[in-house]
């Protein structure tokens, strides 16, 4: 069973950084892509980023050059650092795990099969 917690979110102003992290338990976490989700309220759960096992990093065209995804296989840990946040970012964000030694992670979410519980981003205009 693979377990993934994720922590960091909060309240910010337009303009302003978050850093989230998504820890993760399980003995192969570097075997395999890890992406980032969000959901606003009343829209459908979308793709933010992904980086592959061997640390190719995707993007939506939303966030790309704002948001930078990254991971520490030592500690079994993915970040997705935040920059220049806007109001139409807020939303909660989770964390999943992708799948084994895939060249490029997928953008659906058919194609994860582990997801942390969420965490709450707020940016205020």
């Known amino acids: 069973q693979v377990q993934l917690v994720e922590s960091g979110g909060g309240l910010v102003q337009a303009g302003g950084s978050l850093r989230l992290s998504c820890a993760a338990s399980g003995r192969t976490f570097s075997d395999y892509a890890m992406g980032w989700f969000r959901q606003a309220p009343g829209k459908e759960r979308e793709f933010v980023a992904a980086?592959?096992?061997?640390?190719?990093?995707y993007y939506a065209d939303s966030v790309k050059g704002r948001f930078t995804t990254s991971r520490d296989n030592a500690k079994s840990t993915v970040f997705l650092q935040m920059n220049s946040l806007k109001p139409e970012d807020t939303a909660v964000y989770y964390c999943?795990?992708?799948?084994?030694?895939?060249?490029?992670?997928?953008?659906?979410?058919?194609?994860?099969?582990?997801w942390g519980q969420g965490t709450q981003v707020t940016v205020s205009s």
């Open positions: 999943a795990r992708g799948q084994f030694r895939t060249i490029v992670p997928g953008r659906d979410v058919s194609r994860y099969d582990y």
């Open positions: 980086i592959s096992w061997s640390g190719g990093t």
